[in-house]
């Protein structure tokens, strides 16, 4: 079945770049999701990247697909404190199952 | 800005009790879905609806858990027995078009089960 896998912890300073990485084994994804999670809270998409596409650019958010190697990043610009979340990658295939599959998420720890 | 409401936002229950939690998903959203998110890790899919018919519900442990959405529009998830395992935050989403794009969570119903 599907697979999203990303690392569990990412600390960086405050006006620096993150970068937060995944990897994903489904070969037919064709939507690529960023999710935001703050404690206790639901989740709030972020961004998304269609599968025939390479980058995004969204403000401070940049994504890239790598969809050879099923690999995606997300660059945020400028990390602030509030941006001190868990994120999780997610990603929708073009089978029958319609639903998203999650990794099971980074937490980004930003250090004034 | 249109919201999925869930309730309740906190519950807690002993082992063996049902407990049920109900969602109401944006207006016109034709799916829905149900996930559970067990402390520290991603969301799993329970189950899908497209309108009133459940499309997917192969991670739904059937002894226990039952889900439902009568008239297409809000949707309930039960669970009776509850075990200690439960314990999680249970998500509703609802979609417009079913590929993902336009998912909107609900805040989640945070389950403790002692």
């Known amino acids: 079945g599907e697979d999203v896998e990303q690392s569990l912890f990412l600390s960086v300073r405050e006006g620096d770049s993150s970068v937060i990485n995944c990897t994903y084994t489904?070969?037919?994804?064709?939507?690529l999701y960023w999710y935001k999670q703050e404690p206790g809270a639901g989740l709030q998409l972020l961004t998304y990247i269609f599968s025939n596409m390479d980058m995004k650019q969204d403000q401070r958010l940049t994504v890239l697909l790598n969809k050879k190697d099923k690999h995606l990043s997300l660059r945020i610009a400028d990390t602030q404190t509030g941006d001190s979340a868990i994120y999780f990658c997610?990603?929708?295939?073009?089978?029958?199952?319609?639903?998203?599959?999650f990794g099971s998420g980074t937490r980004l720890q930003v250090q004034p | 800005e249109a919201e999925v409401a869930q309730s309740p936002r906190y519950k807690i229950t002993e082992k063996s009790q049902a407990v049920a939690f109900w969602c109401d998903p944006i207006s016109g959203h034709a799916t829905l879905y149900w996930y559970r998110q067990i402390l520290g890790q991603g969301p799993e899919l329970l189950v899908q609806f497209q309108d009133e018919s459940v499309v997917d519900d192969s991670q739904l442990p059937k002894d226990r858990f039952s889900a439902e959405r009568l008239k297409g529009v809000d949707s309930t998830l039960k669970i009776q027995p509850a075990e200690l395992g439960d314990s999680a935050m249970y998500l509703c989403?609802?979609?417009?078009?079913?590929?993902?794009?336009?998912?909107?969570f609900g805040s989640g119903t945070r389950l403790t089960v002692v």
């Open positions: 997610a990603e929708i295939g073009d089978t029958g199952r319609r639903a998203l599959t």
């Open positions: 489904d070969s037919s994804s064709t939507y």
């Open positions: 989403a609802s979609s417009l078009t079913g590929t993902g794009y336009g998912y909107t």
